[in-house]
């Protein structure tokens, strides 16, 4: 991808999550979906593979315990490889993405500062099947998607120290398939989801593509780009301003220990 991100736009963003509302402490920047009344549903459009089906549909039974949101998992829209987005919904991939440096990432794109109106993620079996990657288990592969998707909401982590918070939304690695620590949702994520979603929009951005949308640039393989945001250790962040007031946000999880 050839842009690169300059301070400039990384202040916009930085202004625009500011207006909002006051939301709890991992929002990641206010970015929710649009909708007129909850619950709402999500579709997490499956073209996953092996391992990864029986995750996806444990990810998606976990955070529909949300009061706010339900997921349903669909047909896929893409191909795994390009895991291209489809308007309105999430799109959840499996390939492998090659020797990338992460595990899983998430992508958000946004209109109007705040709405998400389509999302991808991303798990990379480079490092998952048969890899000698020393975090290659089931736990740390459901710890990835159930991550990826909640970003795909609008959540951050609740951790980037590498403690187990008991939710997939912080930094733990799982040591094997029987440490299952970090590989669902806690309270404190409902809580969050509850927070984000606690108001309504006049407008949705669910399933169908907003008015006045600039187009959509489908992302490359990799997220390129400069960093923003903290934890380098784990994750990072970048951001990519696809004009008409519209964002590409992604969620890289790097692969710690991976050569
Ligand atoms: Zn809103
Ligand atoms: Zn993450």
Redesign the pocket.
Known sequence: MRRVLTVGLATVLLLVAGATPAFAAHSWGGY????TANPFTLKLGDNVSGLWDSMLVTASSDWSRSTVLDTTVVAGGTSPRSCRPTSGRVEVCSARYGNTGWLGLAQIWITGG??ITQGVVKNNDYYFGGSTYQYNNTAEMQHVICQEVGHTFGLDHQSTSGASLGTCMDYYKNTSASDTQSTSPNQHDYDELAAIYA???GSTTIRAAPSGAAPIRTPGADANGTPIGASAARGSWYLQDLGGGSFLLTHVYWAPGAS
Do not use: I, N, P
């Not at 929710?32 to 909708?35: D, F, L, P, S, Y």
């Open positions: 929710h979906w649009a909708r705040v709405h108001h309504l929009d």
